[in-house]
């Protein structure tokens, strides 16, 4: 049998000294038995420590660019996979300088790939599917008289220079494409982006945080780190991506007495209202800077509380003032057992002191317990 060879336009990048080739491959290219190997690190107990250096294949991953992959293929040939995949031999490779191109056959193979093993199986998976996309083009980096010592160490500052989207950009984008489903052309949405795109809720959350963050009469104003912006170590308390998450999970939930105010900025009011009054109750000019109120457990706290709060507004203080809101904890706090009313006051807030201590499940059963007492107290109006 003949020794297989590839010929392939490149370009050559040298980069000091070394040597790279920018070049694209099939994915049947890769679907060839023998072409490439992934130095998996095995994490068994008796496995030698100084062999392999790569992470365990994510099936999850591969699977989910596969789908995608199948599904933008059938949609008008709408797959788009631009980012290159890393390949590395500790042998030479040769190029034509007249041609532009390289030359090897698979002596030279296994090709090791530094970094995309799961771009890698998720086009053969989706290969496998439909036999079309065996002629797909890859964008491929191949570097060579690369040691495996070498290869090794790139793998290593690839995947420690390189940072994953901030979840808080990602809600963004999400949220634009999410106002701009009905007007513009949009390009093929993957069927697993497709549940979050058509939802309103991260662009219901995204502006929440956004009036919290801006609006001259919120407490928030200016203690949100937004999406993309350095943190200020004075100033912001909490981040977007926290924030959002913490809305989307206790504010745009089922039975949240917001979701029924149709008007965004009546909603929005409201919600500023309460927490103003939450600042005023909870905390004092002097523990104003230093207080977990404005941080991620009594974020969540509060945020879990606003719906009895808000409940007991709609039917005793309709008119859902600051002072409205401050009357409820007010009359709350009279009927509290002592050890939910410790939470009432200020000191108890302060960062370091016991709220510091708490995680999301004390607060949530605190808040449990907290709007028990506000529904007691509603039942006792009504009487």
């Given amino acids: 049998m003949p020794v297989r060879e590839f010929r392939k336009p490149a370009v050559l990048i040298q980069q000091g000294r070394k040597k790279l080739f920018t070049t694209s491959l099939t994915v049947e290219d890769f679907m060839i038995t023998g072409f490439y190997t992934i130095d998996k690190l095995d994490a068994h107990e008796d496995a030698q420590v100084d062999k392999g250096f790569q992470r365990i294949l994510q099936e999850d991953r591969a699977k989910r660019l596969a789908k995608y992959m199948v599904e933008s293929w059938k949609e008008n040939r709408e797959a788009f996979l631009p980012s290159s995949i890393f390949m590395a031999t500790d042998k030479d490779i040769e190029f034509d300088s007249n041609r532009n191109e390289i030359h090897f ?198 945020a879990r509380l606003s719906s009895v709060m808000i409940s007991h507004a709609a039917r005793f203080k309709p008119a859902y003032k600051v002072t409205d809101f401050e009357e409820i904890f007010d009359s709350v706090k009279e009927i509290l057992p002592s050890d939910l009313s410790k939470l009432t006051f200020p000191d108890w807030w302060k960062s370091g002191g016991e709220a510091s201590g708490w995680n999301r499940s004390a607060a949530d059963r605190a808040a449990i317990e907290f709007s028990q007492y506000v529904n007691d107290l509603a039942e006792g109006e009504e009487l």
């Fill in 105 to 302: 056959d698979m002596s030279i193979c296994p090709f090791s790939v530094v970094d995309g093993q799961h771009r890698i199986e998720g086009l053969k998976q989706a290969a496998l599917i439909d036999e079309s996309l065996k002629d797909f083009p890859v964008p491929v980096n191949i570097a060579v008289n690369l040691t495996p010592v070498e290869q090794m160490l790139h793998f290593y500052v690839v995947n420690t220079t390189q940072r994953p989207v901030d979840p808080a950009v990602g809600n963004r984008i999400l949220a634009r494409l999410h106002h701009m489903r009905e007007t513009e052309d949009l390009p093929y949405i993957p069927s697993w982006m497709k549940r979050r795109v058509g939802s309103d809720a991260d662009a219901e959350a995204i502006s929440i945080v956004t009036r919290l963050n801006s609006d001259d009469s919120s407490p928030w104003r200016g203690k949100i780190q937004l999406a993309n912006q350095p943190k200020d170590k004075k100033s912001h308390t909490i981040t977007e991506k926290f924030l959002v998450s913490v809305i989307k999970s206790n504010i745009l939930s089922s039975g949240h007495p917001l979701r029924a105010f149709r008007s965004e900025e009546r909603r929005n009011r409201i919600f500023i209202s309460y927490w103003n009054a939450v600042v005023n109750k909870f905390t004092t000019e002097s523990t104003r800077n230093n207080t977990v109120v404005f941080k991620s457990v009594g974020a969540w706290f509060f």
